[in-house]
């Protein structure tokens, strides 16, 4: 699959959020496979070239929720790609659709503004570890990536940012890439996004149903206080990451060696 950065990066019509995370540094001196696992945002807007870039990808792992998928579109696969519907829930986001459409503005300061968004953004990535059907969900993942027939195996959410950027951190954990690299990584869809995100901010603020649309802005960016929630929530009820894989994941030893074997160059 062709790359144009060195973040792996694959160009496509359909997606714009779409990374093989091979080439990450790992402790050691390793770095992470290749053309193995990749994070992307959804799936349901690729054309027929975009199919044949992804040709090769074993499995998808699709973190939309059903209505998500019922107002998007279901995922477009690549030829003999096995799909796995994971559904983790991305908060309430259904309120803030209804406060942008309704055009008033006071009531739009009213829910966004006042740090308020950043906070739902804190408590949705917390929420992936305090909520027991979230955490399932993850550890399927988890489990579905350490089995070496499934490989390439491709996640994603809507966006490719927040449940994909959890995934991403887990896998990059247990494969023992560090804290700064993960967020460095998971920061990144800030870049793929930035144009498409400050279009849909400018149209919001000239056709007058915003505004402020820069009120959104905490709901669209990646920062790092809403992974740092996740992290910490997982030390809080776990006591350690190895904790939680263990106690909240329920990923085994052999799990974890199949995990860092599959993706460790």
Known sequence: MKVDDEHGHIPLDGAENIRD?????????????????????????????DLERLAGI????????????????????????AYHDLPVGGGDLDVFYEVIGSGDHDRQQEVFGGGRTER????????????????????????????????????HCTAGKDRTGWMAA???????????????????????????YGRLLGYLGESGQMKDPELLRPLLEQRPAYLEAA????????????????????????VLAALRANFTA
Do not use: C
Not at 139 to 147: G, H, I, N, S
Not at 170 to 175: M, P
Not at 231 to 254: K, P, T
């Open 120 to 155: 739902v953004l804190v408590d949705i990535n917390r929420d992936f570890v305090a909520v027991g059907s979230e955490r399932a969900q993850f550890a399927a993942a988890v489990r579905l990536a350490a089995e070496a027939d499934r490989l390439p195996l491709l996640f």
């Open 58 to 81: 074993r499995t998808v792992v699709d973190f939309r929720t059903p209505l998500e998928i019922e107002t998007n579109g279901r995922d477009k696969l690549p030829a003999g790609a």
């Open 170 to 196: 887990i896998v990059l954990t247990v494969l023992g890439a560090s804290r700064e690299v993960i967020m460095a990584d998971y920061l990144r869809s800030n870049d793929y996004h930035r144009k498409s």
């Open 231 to 254: 992290f910490e929530e997982a030390d809080r009820r776990y006591g350690s990451f190895d904790a939680f894989l263990r106690d909240g994941l329920g990923l085994d030893d052999a």
């Open 21 to 49: 995370l091979g080439g990450l540094p790992l402790a050691g001196g390793g770095t992470v496979a290749s053309g193995r696992l990749l994070r992307a945002d959804a799936l349901n807007r690729l054309s027929e070239a």
